[in-house]
């Protein structure tokens, strides 16, 4: 059921600057992980994607760093916009087919400042 | 990208009464959908995975007779709340995964949630 008083972490920042979202993954089989942004009321919107292959991968204003050492994950926006503030997830899973579950993180609140 | 829709978008429900939530791939065909249930302030917690022409798997802790789960084809899954109870009361999502005819295949799409209400 519902967590009384649970809050998500918030991000803060000025509109133009970077953000920088964390995430610390738990499954060390993990292969394939997937940033999400979700705006209040609505479901989950892909952003990028990154497989264990690699440790960076860059998409338009967003850039997706993994580090399997330490089972860690970042998402960085730059030049944030207004339109950026939502709930930003990562999620991972084994294996890249779309049949395969995801787990997700708890999420951090973006909320960008004019 | 892949459009997945689900209906209805929000309910409103007595205490008692069962609520039928459709999702459906509108542009590709969905070999496996999953159903997810999100608390305020919470993350998406999977309830279960449902394989179209078969039984689906819960994950712990989710009742099955409670929660049924019909994927009778590759574009619509459904999602039953039986007797439903205030506690039940959250933001449900449906997702799809499987082959598209265009862009990634290893993904999945979400739909945009229905929000019920158990009075």
């Known amino acids: 059921g519902e967590s009384v008083g649970l809050h998500l972490p918030t991000l803060s920042v000025q509109e133009g600057d970077n953000s920088i979202i964390n995430c610390a993954y738990s499954?060390?089989?993990?292969?394939?992980f997937i940033w999400y942004k979700q705006e209040s009321g609505k479901g989950p919107q892909f952003i990028i994607d990154i497989r264990s292959n690699m440790d960076k991968r860059q998409g338009q204003r967003v850039t997706v760093l993994l580090n399997k050492t330490v089972k860690h994950l970042s998402l960085q926006i730059a030049a944030t916009q207004p339109g950026d503030s939502a709930v930003y997830f990562c999620?991972?899973?084994?294996?890249?087919?779309?049949?395969?579950?995801?787990?997700f993180g708890t999420g951090t609140q973006l909320k960008v400042e004019l | 990208g892949a459009v997945v829709s689900q209906h209805p978008s929000w309910v409103i429900c007595k205490s008692g009464t069962s609520v039928k939530i459709e999702c459906r791939s509108l542009d590709f065909q969905a070999t496996t959908m999953f159903w997810y249930r999100q608390f305020p302030k919470q993350s998406l917690m999977l309830m279960a995975t449902?394989?179209?022409?078969?039984?689906?798997?819960?994950e712990q802790g989710v009742e099955k007779d409670k929660f049924l789960i019909n994927h009778a084809s590759l574009t619509l899954s459904t999602l039953t709340v039986t007797s439903a109870h205030p506690e039940d009361s959250s933001f449900y999502i449906c997702s799809a995964g499987g082959v598209l005819k265009r862009e990634r295949v290893n993904t999945q799409y979400f739909g945009p949630g229905t929000r019920l209400t158990v009075l």
């Open positions: 499954n060390s089989a993990s292969d394939y």
């Open positions: 449902s394989n179209e022409g078969s039984k689906a798997t819960y």
């Open positions: 999620a991972e899973k084994v294996g890249t087919g779309g049949g395969n579950k995801l787990t």
